[in-house]
């Protein structure tokens, strides 16, 4: 959310005081546009060979760095990788602009937990955590499947507070996002993506189309 005034629209005695100039920027400080090199909507997903994962985050500025630091469930976070971006032109009237980022962490041990974060040039995100799958074939995955999910869904804090936990090997969403994702330029997207990053940032969320995923 972002306001902008013009000077004059202010009240004279308002703006004729000496602190004017920091109270407006203190505003921007506290309420951003969303042009912002900071990491958002992060999320994990699985390659297909489980000492892997994927992991995506979407920045607004074009940034130097794609990086990921992580190591060991409790160790110093030394570890990086550098990843890839790509610029996205959303299809509404807008234009909107963002950067998809992509980094993929490879010779991971199985059933082990892992620290990450990710981002570059002095933005980063939080530290958040991710188990790899367990090894052999003796066990049976978790998994949480389900479709219909929209922005401020009632099921989001269920999910999030049983990802915290560890409770979820792999989340499936099997189609209808966010309802719609390309409303408001895409501005629902960000939203949603934003109101699942507590879940997908700590558990592969995987994801398949549905009818109303089409562009």
């Known amino acids: 959310m972002s306001t902008s005034y013009g000077i004059s629209e202010f009240p004279g005695d308002f703006v004729n005081r000496p602190n004017w100039l920091v109270i407006l920027l203190s505003f921007f ?42 190591n060991v469930h409790g160790e110093p976070l030394n570890l990086s990788t550098s990843g890839t971006v790509t610029k996205f032109t959303d299809g509404g009237g807008e234009h909107r602009v963002l950067f998809i980022h992509k ?5 991971l041990t199985l059933n082990q937990a892992y620290d990450y974060r990710c981002g570059g040039d002095n933005h980063w ?5 991710f188990n790899t799958l367990r090894s052999g074939e003796s066990w049976s995955p978790r998994i949480a499947m389900y479709g219909d999910l929209g922005t401020d869904g009632q099921s989001l804090q269920y999910l999030e507070d049983e990802a915290k936990q560890g409770n979820f090997d792999v989340i499936l969403h099997v ?33 398949c189309p549905g009818n109303h995923d089409t562009a």
């Open 29 to 70: 400080y506290f309420f951003p546009t969303s042009s912002s090199s900071q990491p958002e909507q992060i999320g994990l997903a699985c390659t297909g060979d489980p000492t892997e994962m994927m992991i995506t985050w979407v920045t607004f500025k074009p940034t130097g760095n794609h990086t990921v630091e992580y």
């Open 103 to 107: 980094a993929k962490l490879t010779g």
């Open 125 to 129: 995100s939080d530290v958040y955590t």
């Open 175 to 207: 189609g209808d996002f966010a309802y719609d994702m390309h409303t408001d330029n895409a501005r629902v997207a960000d939203k949603f993506m934003n109101q699942i990053q507590p879940i997908a940032a700590r558990v592969p969320y995987m994801t």
